[in-house]
């Protein structure tokens, strides 16, 4: 089993920064790609970011330039920095991980339980 948990969450005015930490642990072999989508209130999961094992990131556009997301394969850890927080960016963020359990296993998706973002204007 592989359990994700992010943790960083919290209230900040706005233009203020948060980071967010996600880990991964269990029955890990390797990482694939690891995460971030996020949902606001009445709102369906948007993505937010991708980080393959290699480091190539890729953002959605309304957060380009503001949120920096990094990896630390060796603690299957993924960060993501916030800055210059909006009130948009109000929303429940959840981590992915893509795992592989072992060398002859698929690749499967694991979420974590969500850490709330407030930003307060």
């Known amino acids: 089993q592989v359990q994700v948990v992010e943790s960083g969450g919290g209230l900040v005015q706005a233009g203020g920064s948060l980071r967010l930490s996600c880990v991964a642990s269990?029955?890990?072999?390797?990482?694939?790609?690891m995460g971030w989508y996020r949902q606001a209130p009445g709102k369906q999961r948007e993505w937010v970011t991708t980080?393959?094992?290699?480091?190539?990131?890729r953002y959605t556009g309304s957060v380009k330039g503001r949120f920096t997301a990094s990896r630390d394969n060796a603690k299957n850890t993924l960060y993501l920095q916030m800055n210059s927080l909006k009130p948009e960016d109000i929303a429940v963020y959840y981590c992915?991980?893509?795992?592989?359990?072992?060398?002859?296993?698929?690749?499967?998706?694991?979420w974590g339980q969500g850490t709330q973002v407030t930003v307060s204007s």
């Open positions: 980080v393959t094992s290699s480091g190539i990131t």
């Open positions: 992915f991980a893509d795992v592989k359990g072992s060398y002859y296993s698929n690749i499967a998706r694991y």
């Open positions: 269990g029955s890990i072999f390797s990482i694939n790609a």
